[in-house]
């Protein structure tokens, strides 16, 4: 009888596989299989002899010939010719390149299609903490990343399980953009999985502010700015606040707001679509009064024209303005962030009777799926459909004689 191969998976299987694990060729043949480089060996009775035995390879071509040469002699023991190796064009090797060079290359593409947030969350992962890292491994290449030092690179970040699954999404994609320029053989983040579990699901649920954190902070505006040192008062700080709230744009847009971006009527646009079509939203008249004025005293700019033009300068510096009114708000639940204002524009807007999320969704420019998502807690047509099944479900059962309970706290 032929004798019959498979591959034994050692502790330190490089592709993950558990101890001991038997797999086939056919098994390995199967789209998505992980790779590994344990040995193969090959089992069956010759000479009336059953046994198992190491073909001295990892490869199934050159270990089916070892199993051939058994089959021929009809006996385990004694000296097998060593076999011809198989033929196997070789791929040529890729081409060693530095990390330092790996992530210069990468964020320069990058600059070219990412918008400037997304370009600065790669660079703070990538030139700062990738880098940093890898000067602590000693390593230089780019090649010398292996999916053990990508795990214990994530397990170096001491943030939120939800920013992990992040940093993750953006490591991946630099590894596969490498993999792409064959200046890897192969993608060590694939390996890795996210982390789970209960943390990471409720991050996903995004926390905008209360109506009653959000007069907390008006409240704090008439304190702040009554220092000579501050350029900008607490009027300024509260326009800035109403002008996140009612459009939903991020920082960096309401820092650079010109007063174009405003129509007469009161519409604002807040973003253009792909195709070239805009997307408005509108700001009631008395924000809409508050904007022009801004215009008459401080010029286009309704919020100052800056020396620099580095953006990430311009949105630091209104960072440490709400800052301090936060910090004037008193202990706070959940940390406030400039970007709970666009939650709580979608959550203002979900609590409306007749808005969709559809129509929230067209605003944020997110799809249907990442707003229910994110915001499921404030979408009344969430709520009223569970009722309706709970409903449907429960009423018209069984239920017990019920008797007036007596006595009871008086």
């Given at each position: 009888?032929?004798?019959?191969?498979?591959?034994?998976?050692?502790?330190?299987?490089?592709?993950?596989?558990?101890?001991?694990?038997?797999?086939?060729?056919?098994?390995?043949?199967?789209?998505?299989?992980?790779?590994?480089?344990?040995?193969?060996?090959?089992?069956?009775?010759?000479?009336?002899?059953?046994?198992?035995?190491?073909?001295?390879s990892t490869d199934w071509a050159e270990a089916k010939i070892v199993?051939?040469?058994?089959?021929?002699?009809?006996?385990?023991?004694?000296?097998?010719?060593?076999?011809?190796?198989?033929?196997?064009?070789?791929?040529?090797?890729?081409?060693?390149?530095?990390?330092?060079?790996?992530?210069?290359?990468?964020?320069?593409?990058?600059?070219?299609?990412?918008?400037?947030?997304?370009?600065?969350?790669?660079?703070?992962?990538?030139?700062?903490?990738?880098?940093?890292?890898?000067?602590?491994?000693?390593?230089?290449?780019?090649?010398?990343?292996?999916?053990?030092?990508?795990?214990?690179?994530?397990?170096?970040?001491?943030?939120?399980?939800?920013?992990?699954?992040?940093?993750?999404?953006?490591?991946?994609?630099?590894?596969?953009?490498?993999?792409?320029?064959?200046?890897?053989?192969?993608?060590?983040?694939?390996?890795?999985?996210?982390?789970?579990?209960?943390?990471?699901?409720?991050?996903?649920?995004?926390?905008?502010?209360?109506?009653?954190?959000?007069?907390?902070?008006?409240?704090?505006?008439?304190?702040?700015?009554?220092?000579?040192?501050?350029?900008?008062?607490?009027?300024?700080?509260?326009?800035?606040?109403?002008?996140?709230?009612?459009?939903?744009?991020?920082?960096?847009?309401?820092?650079?707001?010109?007063?174009?971006?405003?129509?007469?009527?009161?519409?604002?646009?807040?973003?253009?679509?792909?195709?070239?079509?805009?997307?408005?939203?509108?700001?009631?008249?008395?924000?809409?009064?508050?904007?022009?004025?801004?215009?008459?005293?401080?010029?286009?700019?309704?919020?100052?024209?800056?020396?620099?033009?580095?953006?990430?300068?311009?949105?630091?510096?209104?960072?440490?303005?709400?800052?301090?009114?936060?910090?004037?708000?008193?202990?706070?639940?959940?940390?406030?962030?400039?970007?709970?204002?666009?939650?709580?524009?979608?959550?203002?807007?979900?609590?409306?009777?007749?808005?969709?999320?559809?129509?929230?969704?067209?605003?944020?420019?997110?799809?249907?799926?990442?707003?229910?998502?994110?915001?499921?807690?404030?979408?009344?047509?969430?709520?009223?459909?569970?009722?309706?099944?709970?409903?449907?479900?429960?009423?018209?059962?069984?239920?017990?004689?019920?008797?007036?309970?007596?006595?009871?706290?008086?």
């Amino acid at each position: 009888m032929p004798l019959n191969l498979y591959r034994r998976h050692q502790g330190k299987c490089e592709a993950g596989h558990s101890l001991d694990k038997r797999t086939s060729e056919f098994e390995e043949r199967k789209k998505g299989w992980k790779k590994c480089g344990c040995y193969i060996f090959a089992s069956g009775a010759l000479g009336g002899k059953y046994r198992r035995k190491y073909t001295g390879s990892t490869d199934w071509a050159e270990a089916k010939i070892v199993a051939a040469e058994w089959e021929k002699a009809g006996y385990w023991d004694g000296e097998i010719p060593a076999p011809v190796p198989v033929a196997v064009p070789q791929a040529s090797a890729p081409t060693r390149i530095t990390i330092d060079r790996a992530v210069k290359a990468f964020l320069d593409e990058l600059r070219e299609s990412a918008a400037w947030a997304t370009h600065k969350k790669y660079r703070l992962l990538l030139d700062n903490k990738f880098r940093k890292f890898s000067e602590q491994r000693g390593y230089v290449m780019i090649d010398q990343w292996e999916p053990l030092d990508v795990r214990e690179f994530r397990s170096s970040w001491n943030v939120a399980p939800g920013t992990a699954v992040r940093n993750m999404a953006m490591l991946k994609p630099f590894f596969q953009w490498c993999l792409d320029n064959e200046w890897i053989t192969r993608n060590p983040a694939r390996l890795v999985k996210n982390p789970k579990g209960r943390d990471v699901a409720r991050e996903e649920q995004k926390l905008p502010f209360t109506d009653d954190e959000l007069k907390r902070m008006y409240d704090a505006c008439q304190k702040y700015g009554q220092k000579a040192k501050y350029v900008w008062t607490g009027e300024d700080l509260a326009d800035f606040i109403s002008l996140s709230i009612y459009t939903g744009l991020r920082i960096s847009d309401v820092a650079l707001f010109h007063i174009d971006r405003m129509l007469p009527s009161g519409e604002i646009l807040i973003r253009t679509k792909k195709a070239g079509t805009h997307v408005y939203t509108w700001i009631p008249a008395w924000l809409q009064q508050r904007i022009r004025a801004r215009a008459e005293k401080h010029g286009p700019f309704i919020f100052g024209e800056h020396e620099t033009t580095t953006l990430e300068v311009i949105t630091e510096g209104w960072r440490r303005k709400l800052n301090r009114v936060w910090k004037l708000c008193g202990p706070w639940k959940t940390k406030p962030t400039p970007h709970r204002f666009r939650h709580t524009f979608a959550r203002i807007l979900l609590q409306k009777p007749g808005v969709t999320v559809r129509m929230v969704a067209e605003l944020l420019g997110n799809t249907e799926d990442v707003v229910r998502k994110h915001y499921s807690a404030w979408v009344p047509e969430r709520q009223a459909e569970i009722t309706k099944i709970l409903k449907e479900a429960f009423e018209g059962k069984p239920k017990p004689k019920l008797t007036a309970i007596k006595g009871g706290r008086s």
